[in-house]
T-cell receptor
């Protein structure tokens, strides 16, 4: 398993500003994912972040709005840029525990609850 | 396109009941299926992972089954407790991808 720490756990931000969310894992992992959970909704994948390559974004999400860094195998950041109230969500970092090259169990951080005024 | 649906959307039961939560998916070509628990405002806790070659997994009072051919999974919770109150999510990884696709969730309340 993996222990995942996210910072900040919550924040209240003003419209037009940007916020960077950090994700720290206690072990080296190849696959890291960023999800968004809007109020009352299930989780939606924003992007996949692999160390040493550009993040891969899902349909509806773009790098200018959600830039991602993955400098090493234990750390990643997600920035929510030029925020609007529609960006108010829980943002979750996830890592995959892969066995023998086969997709395995995913573990999640506690999430970062973002409120944009 | 893979779609994952959970029934019921919400469930309220008295303590001690045995429960069945349902998850269905449209594309049976999956690597695995995973059940999670989410407490209000919190992240997700992994409960059980079932590989596509497996039929079921058990952990304590939880038992999850997988029928890939029919596109269904069930999570069985025995002797429910108020501490089981949470939202339960199922998710699948479709064959050929690394992406976890989530269901709509079942919000469970167990009252004393």
């Amino acid at each position: 398993s993996a222990v995942i720490s996210q910072k900040p756990s919550r924040d209240i931000c003003q419209r037009g500003t940007s916020l960077t969310i950090q994700c720290q894992v206690d072990s080296q992992v190849t696959m890291m994912f960023w999800y968004r959970q809007q109020p009352g909704q299930s989780l939606t994948l924003i992007a996949t972040a692999n160390q040493g390559s550009e993040a891969t974004y899902e349909s509806g999400f773009v790098i200018d709005k959600f830039p991602i860094s993955r400098p090493n195998l234990t750390f990643s950041t997600l920035t929510v840029s030029n925020m609007s109230p529609e960006d108010s969500s829980i943002y979750l970092c996830s890592v995959e525990w892969r066995l023998a090259g086969v997709p395995g169990e995913l573990f999640f951080g506690e999430g970062s609850r973002l409120t944009v005024l | 396109k893979q779609e994952v649906t959970q029934i019921p959307a919400a469930l309220s039961v008295p303590e001690g009941e045995n429960l069945v939560l349902n998850c269905s998916f449209t594309d049976s070509a999956i690597y695995n299926l995973q059940w999670f628990r989410q407490d209000p405002g919190k992240g997700l806790t992994s409960l059980l992972l079932i590989q596509s070659s497996q039929r079921e997994q058990t952990s304590g009072r939880l038992n999850a089954s997988l029928d890939k051919s029919s596109g269904r999974s069930t999570l069985y919770i025995a002797a429910s407790q108020p501490g089981d109150s949470a939202t339960y999510l199922c998710a699948v990884i479709r064959w050929g991808t690394d992406k976890l696709i989530f269901g709509t969730g079942t919000r469970l309340q167990v009252f004393p």
